[in-house]
């Protein structure tokens, strides 16, 4: 079964630095996907970034960058110039390529954004 | 607008009731998936239908029920039998097969015993 793994309950940032939220994740699967989510304290989970394991480029959006590093099964979030609004728990989740299994979520990092 | 719609957003429920979480989803997806958060656990899988009249269980399917009468609807029941039902609740749908991808969600519904 494939599992994924969240070793930082909880990170603070400074506002406008950079931080990195650490995900690792189990499979014998080739073809998948990695997704990070973001619920903030209204508890909507909102999808940030997605990468194709098939895909050798790290996906991007605006300030939101991953680091995919496939052989180590290693898939960190960086958050540039961090914002208040980024304070929220993120998770990291995996579902294989064929679409056909649930999406398996990490146990979340609390990031908290310092003023 | 497409979305998936949850309801009631607080439900309270007292000891040895039955009560049903509403999950409605209008994005013509396949698949609808039950989840329980508690504080440290992250998200935990309870059930999940990828078709109508079927559905299988998560990894805490124990004191659920679930029934897909319908493509759009995929009500979670929380039964007597469950001995800790204060969570919050979360439901998702997807697409499925070969490209399908990230998970839409409900905004959720907070469970607490009273």
């Known amino acids: 079964a494939q599992t994924v793994t969240q070793s930082q309950p909880e990170m603070s940032v400074q506002e406008a630095e950079t931080v990195t939220l650490s995900c690792t994740y189990d499979t014998s699967e080739s073809d998948y996907y990695l997704f990070w989510y973001k619920q903030p304290p209204s508890r909507q989970m909102i999808l940030v970034i997605r990468?194709?394991?098939?895909?050798?480029q790290n996906a991007t959006e605006n300030r939101f960058s991953v680091n995919f590093q496939k052989a180590a099964k290693s898939f960190s979030l960086k958050i540039s110039d961090s914002q208040l609004g980024d304070a929220a728990m993120y998770f990291c989740?995996?579902?294989?390529?064929?679409?056909?299994?649930?999406?398996?979520f990490g146990k979340g990092t609390r990031l908290s954004v310092i003023a | 607008d497409g979305g998936i719609t949850q309801s009631p957003k607080y439900l309270f429920r007292k000891e040895g009731q039955n009560v049903t979480l509403s999950c409605e989803q209008n994005?013509?997806?396949?698949?609808m998936y039950w989840y329980r958060q508690d504080p440290g656990q992250g998200l935990r899988l309870i059930y999940y239908?990828?078709?109508?009249?079927?559905?299988q269980k998560g990894d805490i399917a124990e004191g659920y029920s679930v029934s897909r009468e319908k493509k759009e609807s995929f009500p979670l029941t929380v039964t007597s039998a469950q001995k800790n039902p204060t969570a919050f609740y979360l439901c998702?749908?997807?697409?499925?097969?070969?490209?399908?991808?990230?998970?839409?969600f409900g905004q959720g519904t907070r469970l607490t015993v009273v």
């Open positions: 239908s990828q078709i109508v009249n079927d559905f």
């Open positions: 998702a749908s997807t697409l499925t097969g070969i490209g399908a991808t990230e998970a839409f």
């Open positions: 994005l013509n997806h396949d698949a």
């Open positions: 989740a995996y579902r294989t390529r064929s679409g056909n299994t649930p999406l398996v």
């Open positions: 990468q194709e394991a098939y895909k050798q």
